[in-house]
């Protein structure tokens, strides 16, 4: 039994169960309603974008995959041999995980997680580093990590910067500046009876992070750019 606040859960199980039409619908406080195909989330290695690929060839050692979802990218790890825990919140992705033979799963927030094992990397996709909900939890995930990874461990993650979300026609952009940080979003999703409730989501643009990282004792290294100001970074410990 899932329960009513797990729409993304809701949403896999009935995908496994033969619902491979499923939509889960995404408001948010900065754009129109927008939807996730739930097939999308089980995608195979081959039809992954270029830079999900590109991290899964990065990633070396154990790896804890955060906000692992469906486990389409732990599978594919498990595939190469890595050592992998995928965690997630989500008690629904959690069920799918184990039934698609996801062999360690943590139902678990990442903020909550005490390891006496360290990764050698922490994976963080599908723009995975927006559970910092805001800048000052990007601060408290950055010093979190370096309690999970090995002294030379590295952090893979996935974002963007949104600041093409507030251009006018003519190319200028107009920002609240006592609204905060630009890329401090809130979310609600949907999925028949499921709701999420709101959240905060964080999309951080790479000089911020850059400046955040070097801040926490990290080397920053962008690995991948697309076109529609997405990312993949690479961050080191010192």
């Known amino acids: 039994m899932i329960v009513d ?70 599978l594919v790890l498990q595939q190469q041999g890595h050592l992998v825990t995928a965690l997630d919140i989500s008690e629904g992705a959690v069920q799918a995980m184990y039934k698609q033979g996801v062999e360690q799963v943590l139902l678990q927030d990442v903020f909550e997680l005490q390891s006496a094992s360290k990764y050698d990397t922490i994976l963080l996709l599908m723009n995975g580093i927006g559970i910092a909900g805001n800048l000052e939890g990007l601060e408290r995930l950055l010093e979190h990590c370096k309690k999970l990874l090995q002294a030379d461990g590295q952090i893979l993650l996935e974002s963007a910067d949104i600041l093409y979300m507030f251009e006018d026609e003519d190319g200028s952009v107009l920002l609240d500046l ?35 990282a070097e801040k926490h004792g990290y080397t920053f290294e962008v690995l991948y750019e697309g076109e529609a100001g997405n990312y993949l970074a690479k961050l080191m410990q010192k």
């Open 178 to 212: 006592n609204a905060g940080y630009y890329g401090e979003v809130k979310y609600n999703m949907k999925y028949k009876s499921h709701e999420s409730g709101w959240f905060n989501w964080l999309f951080v643009d790479p000089a911020v992070l850059e400046d955040y």
């Open 5 to 74: 606040n797990d729409p993304m859960g809701a949403a896999m199980l009935d995908y496994l169960q033969g619902a491979l039409d499923g939509e889960v619908t995404v408001e948010s406080n900065l754009a129109e309603d927008d939807v996730i195909a739930v097939d999308y989330l089980f995608r195979k290695k081959e039809e992954m974008p270029e830079w999900e690929q590109l991290a899964l060839q990065e990633c070396r050692g154990a790896v804890l995959d955060v906000g692992a979802g469906s486990g389409c990218h732990s």
